[in-house]
């Protein structure tokens, strides 16, 4: 079970996005500010609001963060964007219409309204690869652990792609009509995918087809993140609940309600397993094990 272990709120920022990093949790706002909460080391990790510290500020709403040696990215529906490094923002401007943007083996992933997809090199901002992955939004992007695959996603395809070329390896239609979020289990045998439509969508990535829903009643689903290292992962909903689905065994083990209103945003901190919700308040929710 989930439990609430701390709560930061302020007037100046509604979360949009997140990640935890090195230097603690970075945010992004739908006033297009991006900012992040330093660690509290005497707490374990724990993110505090006195020690929040604005980096830059998009024109308008902050769509995804991310976070890659030393360097703070982030894209808006601005239409650019930004990288944070040696206390300075700078633009990207070789890429069109971002709109989601992750890491992985310490390049930058940026999928885009268009489907593009591109990979940067961190230290020259470069492009290495680029790839027509859709033809609508990509909404999220995953990687195998420990090899060189990725998914993409769009509202309702899912496509494996290599994670050096950027290459098509197979596609998937999905019986559903807007997907929100995936990610792949830890053993790289399936990817749980979320929905609007308040399921979750079970991939068996070796086969890569769709084996598995399961409907957990808790509105739309926005989000999706794990709760443990092993079945038991976290899924946000449009009611503002926070529900652990456990993938082994197809059931909804519980749920809590965390906010008045949607939630749309969730994050692990890989190095304590706390998770990081947030969405139409101006709050932030820190979660745990119960």
Known sequence: MARVLKTL?????????????EIGLVVGSV???????????????????????????HKYAVSSVCYVNGRVYSCSIDGKLMVYYEQ??????????PYFITSNNGFVYV??????????????????????????PIVCVDFYPGY??????????????????????????????????????????????????????????????EVGCKFLDIGELNGITNFDDVSRYLVVSSQGKACIFNSSLMI???????CKTYLKSVV???????????????????????
Do not use: H
């Open 148 to 209: 060189d695959k990725g998914l993409a996603l769009c509202s309702k395809k899912l496509v494996i792609f290599d994670a050096n070329s950027l290459e098509k390896i197979k596609t998937l239609n999905l019986t559903t009509d807007e997907c929100t979020s995936m990610m792949i289990t830890k053993d790289c045998y399936t990817c749980l995918v979320t929905a609007v439509d308040g399921t979750i969508r079970v991939i068996d990535l070796v086969s890569f087809k």
């Open 88 to 97: 300075k923002a700078e633009e990207i401007n070789t890429v069109t219409d």
């Open 252 to 258: 909804k083990e519980s749920s809590i309600k965390v």
């Open 111 to 136: 999928g885009n309204l268009d489907g593009v997809l591109y990979k940067i090199e961190p230290l020259t901002q470069s492009i290495v690869e680029t790839a027509k992955i859709f033809d609508e």
């Open 9 to 21: 709120t302020g007037d100046y920022f509604i979360p949009t996005a997140m990640t935890w990093c």
């Open 31 to 57: 006033d297009g500010k991006v900012l992040y909460f330093k660690k509290d080391l005497e707490s374990g990790g724990i993110c505090q609001l006195s020690d929040c510290a604005r980096l830059y500020t």
């Open 268 to 290: 692990t901190n890989p190095d304590n397993l706390q998770i990081a919700v947030a969405g139409g308040e101006k709050s932030i929710t820190i979660l745990d094990k119960g």
